[in-house]
């Protein structure tokens, strides 16, 4: 019992340890002020990442930059993190995931080509580089539910998803639409296995950033929940809210915004 004490009183200790390094960061991130140097644990974050706690298996949340970054509203601030020579990828990657999820990749796109302008050697980092090819591609912001076949049969669910698309459709916000709707359809078989689970028939299955090729601007990675060709008909539409059918489910795609260099 002595042993097991000592090691939840070390664990409760290191919390406590990365809590004031996260009050202290996030002072720092508040305070900043545009034309002020980026706080200096954002551009390198001590030696990359901070270690789990020894013994406890865990990832702290602050112990990564990502999880500071994430958090930020100050646009002016991403794009500093962004162009500043010294941040590392990490920093770097997180900065822009989050300046195109606050603005958009046209935002991007755009501050791009004012830094091009006026430091066009900054583009020599294979960082800024990379990212100016991406954002010559189309995008759609989009936010996508599912209903599964195994929950619910094809023509009752294409029924659930149109109520949740005229909500939609007549104003309402993403967030109120999947609530109520979502609300409406819970998962009673989970729940009569666990009283407390919070399970619905409509899943909440993607909210970001993709190009017609299914490529994930915001995580660089390929969002695979996406059937290409529901892909290929949104960026066709390039905006809206539609219902398609698959296989694997019925989805409901809610265009946020559409953006293409080319136009």
């Known amino acids: 019992m002595k042993t097991l004490a000592i090691f939840v009183l070390s664990c409760s200790i290191g919390f406590q340890a990365h809590a004031q390094l996260d009050t202290n960061l996030t002072h720092q991130i508040r305070a900043w002020r545009k034309g002020d140097a980026p706080p200096a644990r954002l551009l390198k974050f001590p030696d990359?990442?901070?270690?789990?706690?020894?013994?406890?298996?865990?990832?702290?949340?602050?112990?990564?930059?990502?999880?500071?970054?994430s958090e930020i509203q100050d646009a002016d601030l991403l794009a500093a993190l962004m162009f500043d020579y010294r941040s590392q990828p990490d920093t770097f990657h997180a900065a822009v995931s989050r300046l195109i999820t606050l603005k958009g990749v046209d935002h991007v796109s755009r501050i791009l080509a004012e830094r091009r302008k006026t430091e066009p050697g900054a583009f020599t980092r294979s960082e800024l580089a990379v990212l100016s090819q991406l954002v010559r591609a189309p995008y759609i912001a989009v936010q996508v539910a599912r209903i599964a076949p195994e929950d619910m049969p094809t023509e009752k669910a294409d029924t659930a998803l149109q109520a949740m698309r005229t909500d939609l459709q007549a104003g309402a916000s993403w967030a109120d639409a999947y609530r109520k709707h979502s609300d409406l359809h819970p998962d009673m078989r989970d729940r009569a296995k666990d009283p407390k689970s919070v399970r619905t028939l409509v899943c909440y299955l993607y909210d970001s950033t993709v190009s017609p090729s299914g490529f994930d601007i915001v995580t660089y990675s390929i969002a695979e929940s996406l059937p290409l060709e529901h892909l290929r008909e949104l960026f066709r539409a390039k905006r809206g809210t539609h219902i398609f059918r698959a296989a694997d489910g019925v989805y409901l795609y809610h265009v946020r915004s559409y953006y293409d260099d080319a136009s």
């Open 48 to 69: 990359g990442k901070i270690d789990t706690i020894p013994g406890c298996d865990l990832r702290v949340i602050g112990s990564e930059v990502g999880d500071y970054i």
